[in-house]
């Protein structure tokens, strides 16, 4: 073997050295930075949670207790062969009110969210399907929130920035969720339970007995809650009070108006 031959293989031989341990080094570096990650996720992760829910804002149940305002709303994951009539009812007596739908829902039902917002109600986000929000982790959290937003901006171009958890759960980190998308967490101050399927007197009889400056009314399209709204509205009506969707309602309580996106 000549000198240029040991010195080529030696030089082949070098590279594949040096190749293998920058390959290790790499590896090695790539493993401690994963492990210092690990290691410091969970505070990260922590400080980020809890940053997040000490600036969020509360729930809101009701509106300004020194105006004569109150709001209906009406969470939507079923009811389709109802709504129609609902609406109708709405147009009829002139009032706007804040349907919050489902992502599952809408997409099997544009037409009648596109109607929504023809007729100028507020149409707002009830999440992408009917989960229970305490339950989901932080992703599924806010992909619940944000999937039926971009799906409703599909449909109306500018839903209300307001969600309504679906089953009426709430925490703070339900709320961080939603206000880390810009939205406020919307709950009530009268249930009608109508869900249970009451008679006509009874729905009209709660929500008439609670009635309140600030009031906001929650129903679901059912046959007895549409046969039972022209007396609600009447009812509301005389006793003083203005009906107007929630986002209005908020506008009047606290000044800032709520956006859409």
Known sequence: MTRATRRFVFLCISVGALRQRLGVVALLTVWLASLVFAAALPYWRGSIDVLGLDNATNPVYRGD???????????????????????DTLREHGVRVTFFVTGHWAQ??????????????EVANHGMRHAHPTQLSDWD???????????????VGEPALLFAPPYGEVDRRVVAAAD???YRTIMWTIDTIDWQEPSVETTIARVMNKAQNGGIVLMHPKVNTVKALPRIIEGLRQKGFSLLPVGELLEEMD???VGVS
């Open 180 to 182: 880390a998308l810009g």
């Open 255 to 257: 000044g800032a108006k």
């Open 141 to 155: 959290l806010t992909m619940l929130i944000l999937e039926n937003h971009n799906l409703l901006k599909t449909l």
């Open 65 to 87: 207790p020194n105006k004569p305002l109150m709001s209906l709303t009406v969470n939507v994951d079923w009811g389709q062969e109802v709504l129609p009539d609902m609406l």
């Open 108 to 121: 099997q039902y544009p037409e009648l969210v596109k109607r929504m917002a023809r007729e100028g109600h």
